[in-house]
Structure formats: structure tokens, C-alpha cells
């Protein structure tokens, strides 16, 4: 549905897009996931057609896109500004885009439109007051709506929930989920949050340096990060990424001799080595490869406690549930139960590059 191939483009000694490749399928919702200033705004005003590539090819549905002005290429883009008429009604702002000269509608059918969508969102009662009035959860649903009340395409969104608090956001994105299954029009949606992206993508694509640099479902991008940088960017707590060595016998020992764990793949002794462990595969006790180390801190999330364990000169991070860490004070020795057949292994990082991972043989 829409392609990138080997699209550049600089803005003087800036590089936003190094050779970016992406495909996005028919009816797909694509995340497109990475840090400010990755290029995932370029790549998307690229897409719409506000930004000319310096080199490389986008199309839309097999057409080339080189030729096609930004009005005809059929998408509808929800900017991370809002981008709304602040002195307008809810109602003149969902119902611009069907006002305008290639998309006019009769005045019932532009009505019925904006009254489905308003429904949709949950504005319905607020279509007769000025946007200037609403809170920011409302002027995302009104943003939002401004891009489905016209069919399109494509829609591309701009971290469109980034402005809101977490209540917000965790709802907007039940209601994003919910209307992609609805519509199935195919979704360009950028953010820089991983659990966004983990919640709506049918795929993600991690963007870095104006590059993808793996594109996969949600379950690809977990168990199979390739490399370590896309390891940290997915998964509160953070992985814990432990260094040290390969031993004689396959194993794995740490710097201070602490940790040994087995090893999910074959890599000659002495190699240098990062041994990731994903903090929900680690649990106080049970069964599985024993650690013993001592309670450094712990933090309440709800059910849950997040405890962090010195292990010699290394920390690990996992999630127990709230009765399982009750109790818990700094300093108190606990043993830590490992599933080994969810280690991740990587190379170790280069000032150059992240480690890339090892496949499991």
C-alpha cells in the first residue's frame, strides 16, 4: 500500500532520511517507533507529499508519488500540533475537510459524516462549542476526527497522543485500536513510546538515524530485538542487559564472577558478550537458575512491585506481584529464579554500534 525505497533527504548538513526502505501493507496498522529526531515526522510528510525526497521512490497503491501533488494523494494526516481552528466549533473544524473544493459534500451527507465520527469518539456533546474551550483530551479527539470524518487511503498520524496524561493516552489508545479494526484503512502511526507501539501495531518498524533498522510484529521486536538499543527501547522495566564473558563449558560468567547462566546458543569461549534477561523472565525464588544477591530498592506500581537486586557489581530489574516483595528492605539477601530459555545474547556493544544479537543454535 505504501512503499519507500532509498529515500534521502537533508535538510543542509542534516541528514533526516539515510536511504530509508518501508513498506506498509493494504489495511495494516504500521508503528513506526524512535527517538526525536530519528526521521519519523520526515518519513511521514514525505508520505503526504509536504516534503520532497532529494533521491528515492514513494508510492501509494503502485503509483509513483514523484508527480502527485499533496491534495491528490489521497491521505489524511493528524499532526502532533492538533492543527485545529481554536475560534471554530467542534462542528466547523471536524467538518472543514468536507468543505473543501475536491472533497465538498452536500450539507446532509457532510452532517451525517461528522455526526457518525463525533459518535465515534465520544464528541457528540460537544460539537456546538468552540475548540478553545475543550481540554486536550478533547482537541485529540477532535484532531483525530478531523482525519476520519474524509475517506482516505491512508491515514498518517504524528505522535498524536503525546500530549496527553497516561489515563488519556492508555484510553485514546483502546479507542485508536478500536477504530483500525473498525475502519481497516491502512495507518502510518508514529510514536516515540514503545508501549504504543507494542498496543496498536500489527507491525513495528524501528526507525534510527533516518533508517529502519528492524521491522516486525510485536512478537518479533520482543523475543528477537536485533540489536541492543532496540532491546532497551521496548519493556518497562528496561532488559537487563548484564556484560561479561563466555566460558570454557558454553556458559556465561559475568565481570565479577557473580552471575553464571547457561547459554542459548554456541559462541567460541572468551568472547565478550551481553546476556539479556527481560525483567518479567526473572522471579524472587521459585523454580529455574538461581542468583542470590540483596535488595537495592523497590517501587510499588498497583499490584505489582518493580525490585532491583545488587548482584555483586551488576543490578537486575524484575516485577513481582505486590505479596510476593512484601516486606522487601534494602540491603535483605533474596534469590532470584531465572527462565534460561528466554535469555537474549548479544554481541558486546561497540562505540560504533549497538551488539547485535545472536541467534540461538
Request: proline fraction near 6%.
Amino acid at each position: 500500500m505504501i512503499r519507500l525505497r532509498e529515500v534521502r533527504k537533508t535538510y543542509g548538513r542534516t541528514t533526516a532520511l539515510d536511504g530509508l526502505e518501508l513498506d506498509v501493507g493494504e489495511g495494516e496498522f504500521f508503528c513506526l517507533l524512535g527517538p526525536s529526531g530519528a526521521g519519523k515526522t520526515t518519513t511521514l510528510k514525505t508520505v503526504a507529499g509536504l516534503e520532497e525526497p532529494d533521491s528515492g521512490t514513494v508510492e501509494i497503491e503502485g503509483e509513483d508519488m514523484r508527480a502527485v501533488e499533496p491534495y491528490d494523494r489521497g491521505v489524511a494526516m493528524c499532526f502532533e500540533s492538533y492543527a485545529l481552528y481554536p475560534h471554530r466549533s467542534v462542528y466547523d473544524n471536524l467538518a472543514s475537510p468536507l468543505r473543501s473544493p475536491r472533497h465538498r459534500l452536500p450539507a446532509a451527507e457532510a452532517r451525517d459524516r461528522v455526526g457518525a465520527i463525533a459518535e465515534l469518539l465520544g464528541i457528540s456533546a460537544l460539537l456546538d462549542r468552540a475548540v478553545g474551550q475543550l481540554s486536550n483530551g478533547q482537541r485529540q479527539r477532535v484532531a483525530l476526527g478531523r482525519v476520519l470524518v474524509r475517506p482516505a487511503r491512508a491515514f498518517l498520524l504524528d505522535e498524536p497522543l503525546s500530549h496527553l496524561d497516561a489515563k488519556l493516552r492508555q484510553q485514546m489508545r483502546a479507542e485508536l485500536k478500536a477504530i483500525g479494526a473498525v475502519r481497516r484503512t491502512t495507518t502510518l502511526y508514529v510514536t516515540h513510546d514503545s508501549v504504543e507501539a507494542l498496543a496498536l501495531g500489527d507491525r513495528i518498524g524501528v526507525i534510527r538515524d533516518g533508517r529502519i533498522v528492524q521491522t516486525g510484529t510485536r512478537e518479533d521486536i520482543w523475543y528477537r530485538p536485533c540489536d541492543t538499543e532496540v532491546a532497551r527501547a521496548f519493556g518497562r522495566p528496561r532488559i537487563n542487559l548484564l556484560p561479561g564473558t563466555v566460558t570454557a563449558d558454553g556458559g556465561f560468567r559475568s565481570a565479577d564472577g557473580r552471575v553464571v547462566l547457561p547459554l542459548p546458543a554456541r559462541v567460541p569461549a572468551g568472547t565478550d558478550v551481553l546476556v539479556g534477561l527481560r525483567p518479567r523472565d526473572v522471579s524472587l525464588h521459585g523454580d529455574g537458575q538461581e542468583l542470590t544477591g540483596t535488595v537495592y530498592v523497590t517501587e510499588v506500581f498497583g499490584r505489582s512491585v518493580e525490585v532491583t537486586v545488587r548482584l555483586g557489581e551488576q543490578h537486575v530489574s524484575l516485577v513481582a506481584p505486590r505479596a510476593a516483595a512484601t516486606g522487601l528492605r534494602p540491603d535483605d539477601p533474596v534469590g532470584l529464579a531465572v527462565r534460561p530459555e528466554n535469555l537474549l545474547l548479544f554481541e558486546a556493544d561497540r562505540p560504533e554500534r549497538p551488539g547485535r544479537r545472536i541467534e540461538k543454535r
